[in-house]
């Protein structure tokens, strides 16, 4: 079986050859006619996917219409954002655009909602993401120590402060020494921070688990 899978390679190797030698203009139609298919796996770029998103429906239709200026911040613009976290198919692509052109009323709208909820996950993850097209880090070090300091939830807790760890990793911050200094020896807070800091020390893991 081995030989003749070797000898089959061969076989393959020299009718590529020959025909892409034959038509060396055309290796696609050269291939292709010696029995092969060409697959296009080139896909769309996220900046193509974003420029071509539309809202889908009202409340996306809201967003953008506040994100254009044409709305002013409210509560139920906030709720709208909320609500397409939690959607069962979020519009990624159209709500990405405005993060990536770091759109002003979209941070306004995300520092808003952390107002009334500093320690909304979704929230904090967005103002993360927005970082990365608008560098502010003392900005994020401050929202994010504070929904640590906040949070009761320990698994919430724990969550936040990985966010806080990954979403700060690139600009040279090591969020869980500094949250080791805040929270007293022995408390629950601090017994997760110690984990978390001997779990990302063991084996340079790149992601922990908790």
Request: hydrophobic fraction near 35%; charged fraction near 30%.
């Amino acid at each position: 079986m081995k030989d003749y899978e070797k000898l089959r390679d061969e076989m393959i190797r020299d009718k590529v050859k020959e025909a892409v030698a034959e038509n060396p203009g055309n290796v696609q139609e050269a291939l292709e006619e010696i029995g092969f298919t060409w697959f296009d796996d080139e896909y769309p770029s996220e900046e193509e996917e974003e420029n071509g998103a539309v809202p889908e429906n009202d409340r996306q239709r809201q967003l953008v219409s506040y994100f254009e200026g044409k709305a002013p911040l409210s509560a139920a613009v906030i709720s709208a954002l909320l609500g397409e976290h939690e959607a069962e198919e979020p519009n990624y692509p159209l709500i990405r655009r405005y993060f990536r052109a770091a759109n002003p009323p979209l941070k306004k709208l995300i520092l808003a909602g952390l107002e009334n909820d500093p320690t909304n996950l979704d929230l904090l993850t967005d103002l993360i993401f927005f970082h990365e097209f608008e560098r502010n880090l003392p900005e994020l070090i401050t929202h994010l120590t504070r929904a640590c300091q906040l949070e009761d939830d320990l698994q919430r807790f724990s969550e936040i402060a990985l966010e806080f760890y990954y979403g700060t990793q690139a600009d040279g911050y090591h969020a869980l020494a500094a949250l080791q200094e805040i929270f007293a020896e022995g408390s629950d807070k601090r017994k997760i921070i110690d984990y978390l800091i001997s779990e990302a020390a063991s084996g340079g893991q790149e992601e922990i688990e908790f």
